[in-house]
């Protein structure tokens, strides 16, 4: 299903046409010289897109969104809902990679919305706007109220989330726009998240979660009779090391076991360089197969 990019709501200030991009690419992304006081645009996957950010405040994507983007699968088609999507760095991973996946940004903040809608509005992002909406709505709603913000039952293949992580007992940022993306405002936000999900999903949809490895109990429990074939990666600086995130991915209404797959390992050795792996992962090259393969029905 294609749908008309939404340029409406808040914009920012309009970009100067013919802005220069200058830096040297790297894995993940690189910072660009800012074009607006307070944003900069940055290159995803190697220039593959580009995404507009807040330079100084909010949250500005980086690994954890591309890992998170790396978890739809190879195959993927239909639409994927990004849910707290930010300024979009996830779900427009997943698109890049992925040509016949089109995309819903779904995010409450209209900051990091307007944000997104920039970044469609990139010549550089010409090849993706077509195939992407941008809903602005909280995704902690239920029934009645979540079906009138557009989030409707049925609606998507696939569901990817990188819900807040830090709870009451961490340091909060006194950036306000930033601890909105980082701070948990409920003890059920996995609960609220992941009852979204699993009423948006279509039966055999996929949702895919990037989380804190101390968020887990939390995660299973809200996954609850909605999902199974429950997979659990760790991801780790090194070999050796405790994980620093898990992704974890689950099937609608499959009956599959749980399963912990292996460790992905970020840096090779003592030094700073990617493994293999991560860097295919990083850069969109690759996805992060599952052992257990449901596709949704049309």
Sequence with gaps: MTREPDHGGSPLPAIPAGTEHRGEPRASGVTLEPVLTGYTIDAFLNGGFFLVQPSDAGHRAGMDALLLAATVPDNAQGTLA????????????????????????????????????????????????????????????????????GLLDYAYDYVIMNPPFNTGRDRKTPDPLKAQAHAMETDDLFERWLRTAGAILKPGGQVSIIARPESLSDILAALGKRFGGVEITPVCPRLGDDAIRILVTAIKGSRARMSLRGQI???????????????????????LSRRVKTRPSK
């Design 82 to 149: 990004d849910l707290g999507a930010g300024a979009g760095a996830a779900g427009l991973a997943a698109i890049t990679r992925l040509p016949a996946l089109n995309v819903v940004l779904i995010e409450r903040a209209p900051e990091m919305a307007a944000c997104a809608r920039q970044s469609l509005a990139l010549q550089e992002n010409a090849h993706l706007s077509g195939r992407t909406q941008i809903l602005e709505a909280d995704v902690a709603l239920h029934g009645n109220q979540r079906r009138a913000a």
């Design 265 to 287: 390992l970020i840096h090779d050795g003592s030094g700073n360089g990617f493994t293999t792996r991560m860097s295919d992962l990083n850069n969109g090259r690759r996805g």
